[in-house]
């Protein structure tokens, strides 16, 4: 289905915490998935995506999770630092052309 | 690389007005993609375009509308705004270049305020 950002979930972490930012995706054909990050007044920056053949991919201080059976992905952001403060978003989809379906983005604040 | 520039950066204009907003896409990307982004509604996909044409459309009303160039820029126009019609546009890029190409990364957005 469509996002809908009416209110943002908040994750409140201490510096130096592992973060978890979950999201529940809809449709069960999406093949493709990825995590954005976006900084008030900027454009959603890339994090880490991952294809329906892996259930988990790392990268530099994140990890994507990928659980098909129950729609379930996750971002896990190992030692978070305060410029980690960011409104982070889940998007999938399916082939080719399809078109990206964002979830409604969850709020991390990172306090030193 | 450069990343995707959008121009302009903010924009004000009246109810009953259009305006266009520009793309450039990352060199060599070939597909654009436009997303409308407002505190209510979160991201929503406006339509993409790969080698000129439209590959997919969103549920938008028809003043809402695209066209994309032979070297990839692209552009959204946006006739008889309303008021709320008010959001942050997204483009974004990405090289559809074959398996595993179709990473999307977006510019830092212009702010449309309609009046």
């Known amino acids: 289905g469509e996002s809908v950002g009416l209110h943002l979930p908040t994750l409140s972490v201490q510096e130096g915490d592992n973060s978890i930012i979950n999201c529940a995706y809809s449709?069960?054909?999406?093949?493709?998935f990825i995590w954005y990050k976006q900084e008030s007044g900027k454009g959603p920056q890339f994090i880490i995506d991952?294809?329906?053949?892996?259930d988990k991919r790392q990268g530099q201080r994140v990890t994507v999770l990928l659980n098909k059976t129950v729609k379930h992905l996750s971002l896990q952001i190992a030692a978070t630092q305060p410029g980690d403060s960011a409104v982070y978003f889940c998007?999938?989809?399916?082939?080719?052309?399809?078109?990206?379906?964002f979830g409604t983005g969850t709020r991390l604040l990172v306090s030193p | 690389k450069a990343g995707v520039t959008q121009t302009p950066r903010y924009l004000i204009k009246t109810r009953g007005q259009q305006v266009t907003l520009s793309c450039s896409p990352i060199?060599?990307?070939?597909?654009v993609s436009w997303y409308q982004q407002t505190p209510g509604q979160g991201l929503q996909f406006l339509f993409e375009?790969?080698?000129?044409?439209?590959?997919n459309k969103g549920n938008f009303p028809g003043r809402f509308s695209g066209r994309q160039f032979s070297n990839s820029r692209s552009e959204m126009n946006v006739s008889t705004l309303e008021l709320g019609d008010s959001a942050l546009y997204l483009c974004?890029?990405?090289?559809?270049?074959?398996?595993?190409?179709?990473?999307?990364?977006f510019g830092p957005g212009t702010r449309l305020t309609v009046l």
């Open positions: 060199s060599g990307h070939r597909s």
């Open positions: 375009y790969f080698s000129e044409t439209q590959r």
């Open positions: 991952i294809r329906s053949n892996m």
């Open positions: 974004a890029s990405s090289p559809k270049a074959g398996p595993s190409t179709d990473t999307q990364y």
């Open positions: 449709n069960s054909a999406s093949d493709y």
């Open positions: 998007a999938e989809r399916g082939t080719g052309f399809q078109k990206l379906v």
